[in-house]
């Protein structure tokens, strides 16, 4: 064994010693960066994203029961086995310690904080210590998904960075111990969400080819090493999929789209706020990621480059719907950058790399800022519209309604889940909160099940237009009525009210069948007048 001088000894533990310190001071970096993109979700009183108000009726349902909400008459709980239930078993019960609000911001910013710190993990695993790579994956905390409000996902990916760091880390234990552990959090991560649980086996498989590619080693023994553990940690939840999952509605649908949903996939990536991507920041952060490993400035981690190619090559070909959910192609983009970040070490020189951080935590502080700007514009619409409820009869039936002439140009999926606060509120029906059987765990009653939405294919509101051929089932004018609304055929002898949305624009006449009852600054409610040949179900 060669010796090392006192001088050379010395050399090395400064060397480590700065190291050390330089880790350390980007794992601070890292720390503030998950506060600051965390403070958007609690300086707005209620996070604008299109799918949260049917988020949080539903942890109502399940924290206080459809009969303390006087809903009884449309809704129940029926637990099941489903692949989707993260923030359904994690509000309810932080609930009781708080308000279902509180407790759904304090689970919004932990889905934020995993992100963040998961890409943080997954480079300390591989590098052993925390780089000025992973700073950069925290932009994607704020995607698409996220944006849109699929909690579960976005819960359930944070979870898998965790689990594939922790993997990573553990590379070279092969006890039992190891093993199950890792049966249980997969099998947390698969109840959390079928697709993120999907994901996190794939990187993990794609990892192990990685690994098996450097050693350079495929003697059956090794491959069996490698092998054997993921798939002895799959079984619990590929059983729990095949046996007790239950049947989806719309579970059949597979539709790829690849070429018309190109943009949506580039856009999903990073987003400032709802429908508002970074193109600019995400078109930087691709190029420089290109120039920085074509110049070895960076390095990517030799076994994480086959899953960043696979990953590459999913994130192109992977289907819009698949299994009864809609938006499957917008999963993978943020993840993809994430773990481009998170590969990589930057080779850069101190100044360099401190110049780095800066930048980024402007941006951070730009992102965030941005995104409470725009979610305290929508709690005042929100409280706007929660006030012309308490207007209305408790236990009405809505219907929401868009104005597509007067919304133009502008996002018109912020609205569409809206009126599902008047559930929390007044104890009220609307076709629209999330009631899928097999996906979810609040159920439709008896009353209003042929009269709300079926599938995620069913999921939107309708226009205004349509509404003439809804009354009378008329779908020779618009054939696409008979798939996306067939519960809403003859919907004046079921609804109540109808909650037209026109963002402000000028709007379109509505049909006879409605009388307004009240003009907000961004919608309208209607009396829906019922036709003499209605009868009640």
């Known amino acids: 064994m060669p010796s090392v001088s006192a001088a050379d000894g010395g050399e090395m533990t400064g060397h480590w010693s700065r190291l050390t310190t330089v880790s350390a001071r980007f794992s601070w970096a890292i720390a503030v960066s998950a506060a600051v993109l965390i403070v958007p979700i609690w300086l707005a009183a209620l996070p604008a994203m299109p799918d949260f108000p049917a988020h949080l009726a539903t942890f109502y349902l399940l924290a206080h029961g459809a009969k303390e909400l006087h809903a009884s008459q449309f809704y129940r709980v029926e ?7 993260a923030a359904e078993l994690v509000v309810p019960a932080l609930s009781t310690l708080m308000s279902v609000v509180a ?3 304090i689970f919004l910013s932990v889905v934020v904080a995993m992100w963040v710190f998961g890409a943080a993990a997954i480079h300390k695993a591989l590098f052993g210590r925390i780089g000025a790579a992973p700073l950069a994956a925290g932009f994607f905390a704020y995607n698409a998904n996220f944006m849109w409000g699929f909690l579960n996902y976005c819960f359930g990916m944070g ?29 947390a991560v698969y109840f959390c969400h079928l ?13 192990e080819i990685g690994a098996l590619w450097e050693q350079k080693d495929l003697s059956w023994r090794t491959v069996l090493a490698r092998t054997a553990p993921v798939i002895l940690i799959v079984i619990p939840a590929a059983l729990a999929f095949l046996l007790l999952k239950p049947h989806a509605a719309g579970g059949g649908h597979l539709e790829f789209n690849l070429r018309s949903t190109l943009d949506d996939r580039a856009d999903a990536a990073i987003q400032f706020s709802f429908d508002h991507p970074a193109q600019i920041l995400v078109f930087i952060l691709v190029l420089c990621f290109v120039i920085g490993v074509w110049m070895r400035k960076i390095v990517v981690h030799p076994r994480m480059t086959l899953l960043l190619a696979l990953l590459g090559v999913a994130f192109i070909f992977t289907p819009e719907w698949a299994m009864g959910g809609w938006g ?17 070490s930057f080779k850069f020189g101190r100044r ?15 992102q965030s800022a941005t995104l409470a700007g725009n979610w305290r514009y929508y709690d005042r619409r929100i409280s706007e519209l929660r006030d ?13 309604v868009l104005d597509g002439n007067a919304i133009g140009e502008a996002s018109d999926q912020p609205y569409w889940h809206m009126a599902e606060y008047a559930i929390i509120d007044r104890g009220d029906f609307t076709p629209l909160l999330f009631a899928t059987k097999g996906q979810h765990v609040i159920q439709l009653t008896p009353a209003v099940a042929r009269i709300a939405a079926q599938t995620a294919e069913q999921g939107s509101p309708p226009d205004i237009s349509q509404l003439d051929d809804l009354e009378g089932g008329d779908v020779l004018d618009d054939p696409d009525i008979a798939k996306t609304f067939p519960y809403l055929f003859g919907f004046q002898c079921h609804f109540d009210y109808a909650v037209v949305i026109h963002a402000g624009g000028t709007q379109t006449s509505p049909p006879d069948m409605l ?3 009240h003009a907000g600054s961004f919608f309208s409610l209607y009396r829906i007048l019922p036709a003499d040949n209605c009868k009640r179900p």
């Open 79 to 85: 637990w099941a086995f489903v692949p989707n239930l």
């Open 103 to 105: 407790a759904t911001k």
């Open 159 to 187: 979870l898998g960075f965790l689990a594939l760091a922790a993997w990573i880390a553990s590379d070279g234990k092969r006890g039992s111990w190891r093993i199950a552990g890792f049966t249980l959090l997969a099998t």
């Open 195 to 207: 697709f993120a649980f999907a994901t996190l086996m794939f990187l993990i498989i794609c990892y």
């Open 328 to 344: 499957v192609d917008l999963r993978l983009p943020a993840v993809l950058g994430v773990l481009a970040f998170a590969s990589s």
């Open 352 to 366: 360099t790399a401190f110049a780095v951080l800066s930048i980024v935590l402007l941006a951070v502080i730009y």
């Open 388 to 400: 012309a409820f308490s207007n209305l009869p408790a236990g009405s039936r809505l219907l929401t």
């Open 515 to 517: 009388q307004r009852v």
